[in-house]
């Protein structure tokens, strides 16, 4: 039996900051294939802002939406699909992105993810804790489920767009 759309994705996944919508970006563009980002898209589909939709839907019907792209962008044709950084805390997500793809985890230190991020206004779950410390204690309660959803790890910290995405293409 054929399988449809087999491992033709390559899914980025990671905490907030550890680069996914760039280097989906720029990987699109040397593979020559589709960046598509689940958080655009769930934007475009609800017409509300990620932050719009956390404060007026919540944080269960945001990741329902979530799992809703994921499903939409398995049928799509091979392309680049930068995550949010909370897909992967669900099983029923990482087991579409397995059966659509390669998953590749990004990740940097906290100190590092505060300097990407701390300017940023479009992360909820950043808003009233924008702290070293916070992002540290989050990042360590996500570990488990970022590990167990990786087929590659790729360490960002200290390293542009350009030197990950060679990384990302020498391990595929
Ligand atoms: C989230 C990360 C965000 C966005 C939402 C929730 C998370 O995406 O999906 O704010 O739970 O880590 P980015 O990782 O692109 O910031």
Do not use: W
């Amino acid at each position: 039996i054929k399988m449809r759309n087999s491992n033709k994705h390559i899914f980025l996944i990671g905490f907030m900051g550890t680069g996914k919508s760039a280097v989906s970006k720029e990987l699109g563009k040397m593979m020559e294939l589709d960046a598509i980002d689940t958080d655009a898209l769930i934007a475009d589909i609800s017409g509300m802002s990620i932050p719009e939709i956390f404060e007026n839907k919540g944080e269960d019907y945001f990741r329902a939406l979530e799992t809703n792209v994921l499903h939409r962008i398995s049928d799509f044709q091979g392309s680049i699909v930068s995550c949010g950084g909370g897909i992967a805390l669900k099983d029923e997500n990482l087991e579409i992105m397995k059966r659509a793809g390669k998953i590749i985890l990004l990740t940097a230190s906290a100190e590092t993810i505060y300097i990407r991020v701390k300017k940023d206004t479009q992360r909820p779950l950043l808003k009233n804790n924008l702290n070293v410390e916070y992002i540290e204690e989050l990042m360590k309660k996500r570990q488990p489920a970022y590990d167990k959803a990786a087929d590659i790890i790729i360490e960002t910290d200290k390293k542009d767009i350009l030197h990950i995405c060679k990384e990302i293409l020498m391990n595929l």
